[in-house]
């Protein structure tokens, strides 16, 4: 089995790694919400999903 083990001086840096993943994670959500809520896209969306509701029930 192949272990990975970080030196006390890295786990810090780890650490900071995942926060910042962390916080663009959150960022993409808050502008992926935005954008799914704008006017267009909804349209988009709803016509979509229509269009394949049609297409299965035919």
């Known amino acids: 089995m192949n272990t990975f083990t970080t030196s006390s001086s890295e ?9 910042i993943a962390t916080v663009a ?11 799914l809520k ?9 016509g979509l999903i229509s269009s394949a509701l049609s297409v299965a029930v035919q």
């Open 25 to 35: 994670a959150a960022a993409f959500a808050g502008l992926l919400a935005i954008v």
């Open 11 to 19: 786990r810090g840096a780890v650490t900071a790694e995942y926060a």
């Open 38 to 46: 704008s006017g267009s896209v909804q349209g988009l969306l709803s």
